[in-house]
């Protein structure tokens, strides 16, 4: 007998039929694209962006209009491993007009290597330019949308990273300012404060360059319409009051949310509903899937920022009674806050700090009583 599989997906980026709603960002995204203008989108890690991305790009398919390039940056650290992702994002793309248009123009990049779709960077005398490869790349999307005559979208996924690489920015900058009549670009960042600095900050190169989206949690009733769809496909149910909770419990959290959905359709065989026991037990189930991750995030907090973590997730304001009754100081609780919103433990929600991972919050509600 062969085994169902969940229809949840918990690892790694979904498929990019698989967005929950988002309908108004990807149409805004779109519209931004073809009109030429650069967007900055920024969402906390496991919010989906990759995903977002990717429908971008399968929405697109085909279209006479625009041609969609995905562009990981996550993890570099010089300017040639930059120009190596760009030249692998154009080499490796599927089959079709967009994949003719970039193996006409690759193999003649200045200062790259291109052979059986590997990418490389060329040999280059000690005194030249470190710059120059990159330089090069940058233009690939300005003479593929010549070629393809039509405009070109690169999304540049993960580009926190850049502010690790020097000069990154100013020579991105460089290039694609020149870009607009036929290039647009979409920088994607899940460091939300580092993505922000770089077009924030106005000693960057690219301060103001951006319109900015910001990425939410899934809207509850499109979150709700998925997981009742994604049940019946596979001959389950839930109840009205178990799918409240569900809400309630995952917070719209798109990775959390498909985490509690895959252990509440274990819990039960096809046919049978989940109930509020089989969702208790499903959340039971996620956070032991978590122990690893959540111990070794509190492992790193300093008292003052475990503290205020734990205020956060009952909902405690960080000053007054409760913040008192754990003895911290309202310049203790400050300075904690301010770290744990740069880390994106935290979040402001309507001027109160609220964590970004709802599960992360359960597992501080368990470590004691609401202080």
Same mark, same amino acid.
């Given at each position: ?16 039929? #698989?967005?929950?709603? *988002? ?23 496991? &919010?989906?962006?990759?995903?977002? +991305?990717?429908?971008? %790009? ?21 300017? +040639? ?31 790259? +290597? ?19 490869a990159l330089e090069a790349v940058l233009d690939v999307p300005r003479a593929v949308a010549e070629r393809l005559d039509r405009r070109v979208l690169v999304v540049l996924d993960e580009f926190q990273a850049i502010a690790e690489v020097e ?13 607009? #009549?036929?290039?647009? &670009? ?17 000693? *960057?190169?690219? &301060? ?17 319409? &998925? ?29 959390r949310a498909m985490l509690v959905a895959d252990a509440a359709w274990a819990t039960v065989d096809d046919g049978d509903t989940i109930d509020l026991a089989e969702l208790a037990g499903a959340v039971e189930e996620a956070l032991e899937r978590c122990r690893e991750e959540f ?39 400050? %300075? ?11 979040? *402001? ?23």
């Amino acid at each position: 007998m062969r085994t169902q599989a969940s229809p949840f997906i918990v690892t790694g980026p979904a498929p990019a039929q #698989e967005v929950v709603g *988002r309908h108004d960002v990807l149409a805004a995204l779109a519209d931004r694209a073809a009109r030429g203008r650069f967007v900055l989108l920024t969402a906390p890690r496991r &919010y989906g962006k990759t995903t977002l +991305d990717r429908r971008l %790009a399968a929405d697109t398919e085909g279209s006479r209009e625009l041609a969609v390039v995905i562009v990981d940056l996550l993890g570099v650290q010089t300017l +040639d491993d930059v120009a190596v992702r760009m030249g692998h994002a154009w080499s490796r793309l599927p089959a079709g007009a967009l994949a003719k248009a970039a193996a006409k123009v690759l193999p003649f990049v200045s200062g790259l +290597d291109v052979a059986g779709g590997v990418v490389n960077v060329a040999l280059r005398p000690p005194a030249a330019s470190d710059a120059r490869a990159l330089e090069a790349v940058l233009d690939v999307p300005r003479a593929v949308a010549e070629r393809l005559d039509r405009r070109v979208l690169v999304v540049l996924d993960e580009f926190q990273a850049i502010a690790e690489v020097e000069r990154a920015d100013a020579i991105i900058r460089s290039q694609i300012q020149h870009h607009a #009549e036929s290039v647009s &670009y979409l920088f994607a960042g899940s460091d939300q404060s580092v993505t922000e600095m770089l077009f924030a900050d106005r000693s *960057r190169p690219l &301060y103001g360059q951006a319109e900015r989206f910001h990425l939410g949690p899934f809207d509850p009733d499109a979150l709700a319409a &998925y997981v009742e769809a994604r049940l019946a496909d596979s001959g389950r149910s839930i109840t009205p009051a178990a799918l409240r909770r569900y809400l309630e419990l995952t917070g719209g959290h798109p990775q959390r949310a498909m985490l509690v959905a895959d252990a509440a359709w274990a819990t039960v065989d096809d046919g049978d509903t989940i109930d509020l026991a089989e969702l208790a037990g499903a959340v039971e189930e996620a956070l032991e899937r978590c122990r690893e991750e959540f111990s070794s995030t509190v492992g790193f907090l300093t008292d003052a920022q475990a503290r205020v973590a734990r205020l956060a997730a009952w909902g405690e304001p960080l000053t007054g009674a409760a913040a008192g009754r754990l003895r911290l100081s309202s310049g203790s609780a400050r %300075a904690a806050a301010a770290t744990l919103l740069e880390r994106g433990i935290l979040a *402001r929600v309507e001027r109160r700090h609220a964590h970004v991972d709802p599960l992360l919050a359960e597992w501080f509600r368990r470590i004691g009583p609401r202080p």
